[in-house]
Structures are given as structure tokens and as C-alpha cells.
């Protein structure tokens, strides 16, 4: 398996908070990504990164920021959560057309 | 709105049969990818079609590309129980190397 890690698991937070999910890979590649999963939506990409600083926009992206100040970490951050923002986010990594390797995924329930 | 559509959003067979299902997509493409996803697990990679290619096989899949329609179809042969899962299309998109996912077909393999 590749070696990506999400943490945490699983996380409740209240509504207002912010929140910090991380991704961290061992494989040295180049992508990575961020989504969410919701029944109903499939998997809809937030923010995803091209390199180190190097971070863009997905189609989802409102009320979430992104870091990756080193290319085995990518931080996704919840500015202030909403219960909208209830939903299993993954991260997943890739190399130039290759395929992706995805995490277990963060339960992440907004109360 | 979402790159892929997958169709059919649910599909349920017999085992031994064969499993279809199809993928539109939106834009130009360096290639697209079929995942499939474990109840409550991440997703873990299948096959990657590139956008010169026309047809691919793995084992018991076999992938289509028809660019010219903007369409890609899995094929599962023989199927099994185990095949019993979601499968998700992903186009990488070109010029903007990002990855985007469809909402998914649910298969279900009755025994």
C-alpha cells in the first residue's frame, strides 16, 4: 500500500471552530488532493497541490484553505466549520499521469 | 457541476455475469481512471485509459475511450461477490492536473 496517512480518523468539532486535517505521504510524489464525499455527490475535489506552495482551487473549495510547506504534507483547514461541512474528506496522491493512491479517509462531523 | 457522470448510478446482477458501466466527461483529457470503493473504505485504483488509447484490459476489466464522444466504458467480466462495491471514473484534466471524480455507480453482485 502507499504509504499516505490522514489524521485525525474521526473528529467532532462545534460549529465555528476551526479544524486542521493532515495528510502525509512517504512516497515522494509530485500531487496531492483533497476531497470530500457526500451521499448523493460522489467524491468532489476541494483543493489539490502541484508542488511545494504550489496550491489550487477545486470545485468546492469556499470556507476551506490549504498548506503544503513540504511535499509530504498537505493540511487542509476548516476556517470556521459548519454543520455543512459534515462529510468523510480524502486525501489522495499522484505522480504525472498515474494513478492515485488514497487514504482512509477523516470522518469529520460538525455539531 | 462534476466532469464525469457515470450511468448507471446503481446496477445489480447475478454473479457470472458481466457488469457495464459508463462514463461522460466534460473536457479534454490527458487520461481517465476507473477506482473502486469498498463500503467505508478509501478508494484504490483500477485502471488509467490515455486519452491516445482506445481500449485497455487488466485482468477481468476492460476499459473504452471514445474521446470523440467524451465517453469511457468498464466492463467487468465474470463477476463476483467481491466485485460488490462502487466504482467512480476520474478524468485528469488537461492543462490543469487536477483530478476529478463522477458520483459513481453502485454495483451489487448477487450470488
Known amino acids: 500500500d502507499a504509504g499516505i496517512t490522514q489524521s485525525p480518523r474521526h473528529k467532532v468539532t462545534e460549529t465555528g471552530t476551526p479544524v486542521t486535517l493532515r495528510c502525509h505521504q512517504t512516497e515522494n510524489h509530485r500531487y496531492m488532493y483533497w476531497y470530500r464525499q457526500d451521499p448523493g455527490h460522489g467524491l468532489r475535489l476541494i483543493h489539490y497541490?502541484?508542488?511545494?506552495?504550489?496550491?489550487d482551487k477545486g470545485e468546492v473549495s469556499d470556507g476551506y484553505s490549504v498548506s503544503r510547506s513540504k511535499t509530504e504534507d498537505f493540511l487542509l483547514t476548516l476556517e470556521s466549520a459548519t454543520s455543512s461541512q459534515t462529510s468523510v474528506y480524502f486525501c489522495?496522491?499522484?505522480?504525472?499521469?498515474?494513478?492515485?493512491?488514497f487514504g482512509q479517509g477523516t470522518r469529520l462531523t460538525v455539531v | 457541476s462534476q466532469q464525469g457522470e457515470e450511468d448507471p448510478q446503481a446496477l445489480s446482477i447475478q454473479e457470472g455475469e458481466n457488469a457495464t458501466m459508463n462514463c461522460s466527461y466534460k473536457?479534454?483529457?490527458?487520461?481517465l481512471q476507473w477506482y473502486r470503493q469498498n463500503s467505508g473504505r478509501g478508494l484504490v485504483h483500477l485502471i488509467l485509459i490515455r486519452s491516445n488509447e482506445r481500449e485497455k484490459h487488466s485482468g477481468r476489466l476492460r476499459v473504452t475511450l471514445d474521446t470523440s464522444k467524451k465517453s469511457s466504458s468498464l466492463l467487468i467480466t465474470a463477476s463476483r461477490a467481491a466485485d460488490t462495491a462502487s466504482y467512480f471514473c476520474?478524468?485528469?484534466?488537461?492543462?490543469?492536473?487536477?483530478?476529478?471524480f463522477g458520483q459513481g455507480t453502485r454495483l451489487t453482485i448477487n450470488p
Open positions: 497541490s502541484y508542488g511545494v506552495k504550489d496550491t
Open positions: 489522495a496522491i499522484s505522480e504525472s499521469n498515474g494513478g492515485a493512491f
Open positions: 476520474a478524468t485528469d484534466v488537461e492543462g490543469a492536473q487536477k483530478l476529478v
Open positions: 473536457t479534454s483529457i490527458n487520461n
